[in-house]
């Protein structure tokens, strides 16, 4: 699975957008990135998915960029509930077997009243 | 749809004594996993089941064991527990894309608090 990097926190005033960058610049061309996030004491919780078209949800945008080699996850309005350590992971979907999902620092969103 | 639930949510043991972490999804999914979690070291996998009836080991297995019991339920068992196994236990599930048969997103329960003393 191709490394990440991500900035170690990250602020955001309430009611604005975040913008959590990632770097995968060894990304290869069957990886694909996923977000995930975990809220204080809680499991990880999947957020979204992409392999190289912008992709958006209920919860989120994933914006990558047109070599891949990095991406933007983008809450749109960001609440107080939305504080959580946001990972991003690149690795390629497994067809049958397992997929171990390994989670590396991420960020630390801390969401600003 | 409950999703991931885990039972219990905290547990105290006293060094050698023996437990078994519940684990039932109710999305139909085919693949579970039972991570760990420490602080500062993230998520590492104990085992997982690719499909009902198969188990396999994951990075860090030694001193646990698992039962697929059928499609819904895999529980983790600490046979003789010990202050190592001091942790934070998350149960995941995934499906598969019904055409491509490709894993994507894994759903994790809540997670169970257990403390060996």
């Known amino acids: 699975d191709a490394k990440t990097t991500q900035p170690p926190s990250m602020d955001c005033a309430e009611g604005r957008a975040a913008n959590l960058p990632c770097n995968h610049s060894t990304i290869s061309g069957n990886e694909y990135v996923y977000w995930y996030r975990q809220i204080h004491s809680q499991g990880p919780q999947y957020i979204i998915h992409g392999l190289k078209n912008n992709e958006t949800n209920e919860m989120a945008s994933l914006i990558i960029t047109e070599d891949r080699k990095s991406s933007t996850l983008i809450l749109p309005h960001a609440t107080l509930r939305d504080t959580a350590v946001y990972y991003c992971?690149?690795?390629?979907?497994?067809?049958?077997?397992?997929?171990?999902?390994?989670f590396g620092t991420g960020t630390k969103l801390q969401v600003i009243p | 749809n409950a999703g991931v639930t885990q039972t219990p949510k905290f547990q105290v043991l006293k060094t050698g004594q023996s437990m078994t972490l519940q684990c039932a999804q109710d999305?139909?999914?085919?693949?579970m996993y039972w991570y760990r979690q420490d602080p500062g070291m993230g998520l590492r996998l104990i085992y997982y089941?690719?499909?009902?009836?198969?188990?396999d080991k994951g990075e860090v297995p030694n001193g646990y064991n698992v039962s697929r019991l059928n499609k819904r339920e895999f529980s983790l068992r600490l046979e003789s527990a010990a202050p190592s196994q001091t942790s934070v236990y998350f149960c995941?599930?995934?499906?598969?894309?019904?055409?491509?048969?490709?894993?994507?997103?894994?759903?994790f329960g809540p997670g169970t608090r257990l403390t060996v003393t």
């Open positions: 995941a599930s995934s499906s598969r894309d019904r055409v491509s048969r490709v894993s994507y997103e894994q759903y």
């Open positions: 992971i690149v690795r390629v979907p497994t067809s049958g077997g397992y997929q171990k999902v390994t």
């Open positions: 999305m139909n999914h085919n693949s």
């Open positions: 089941s690719a499909s009902e009836g198969t188990t």
